[in-house]
């Protein structure tokens, strides 16, 4: 009986050993004699121009009007009221129509991309814009004052609700 499990044992020992030199033999050859499969993310083909697809949350705008170059923001406070992350910070000042602006912050650190901020604004004045990466070196730059806002936002194509892209002056629901 001691013999059975021993010659059992050796069977077991040759069939892992097998195993093991299939799947080196089939990772050795993948490596040295098939191409890349895979488009590493920064070196990539620049001639592809990515685009993110409708609907992406991407990084986030203020827009201005492209008539008046006024931002489309009174300072309401709704997107910073339903922020989650508590990352937006906005003052205004003035009354009524006149009401604008006077500082508008987003830390992008803490922003989770949720869109919700695109949504509550009744004036279509924050959006997700396309971009998808900013690299920075220190986090500090990841708090964006108003002027990098509105520039972000500056002649792309913008989202303006969760869902809808807005493309040379038509909208299309996804």
Not at 155 to 174: A, R
Request: overall charge negative; glycine content about 10%; proline content about 5%.
């Amino acid at each position: 009986m001691a013999r059975n499990n021993v010659v059992d044992l050796m069977q077991d020992v040759a069939s892992g050993a097998k195993s093991i030199a299939d799947g080196l033999r089939i990772t050795f050859h993948s490596l040295f004699f098939r191409g890349k499969v895979t488009d590493q993310y920064p070196h990539r083909d620049p001639s592809l121009n990515y685009k993110p697809g409708p609907g992406y949350r991407g990084m986030l705008g203020l827009v201005a009007n492209p008539e008046t170059g006024q931002l489309n923001c009174t300072a309401c406070g709704q997107c910073q009221k339903v922020c989650p992350d508590r990352c937006i910070l906005v003052e205004g000042e003035g009354k009524g129509k006149e009401r604008k602006p006077v500082r508008f912050t987003i830390d992008m650190s803490k922003c989770m991309y949720c869109g919700l901020c695109t949504e509550v604004c009744p004036f279509d004045a924050i959006t997700m814009t396309p971009k998808y990466s900013d690299v920075v070196e220190h986090v500090e730059e990841l708090i964006w004052e108003i002027d990098r806002l509105r520039a972000e936002a500056e002649g792309m194509e913008h989202i303006s609700k969760v869902g809808e892209v807005e493309k040379e002056g038509h909208h299309t629901n996804s």
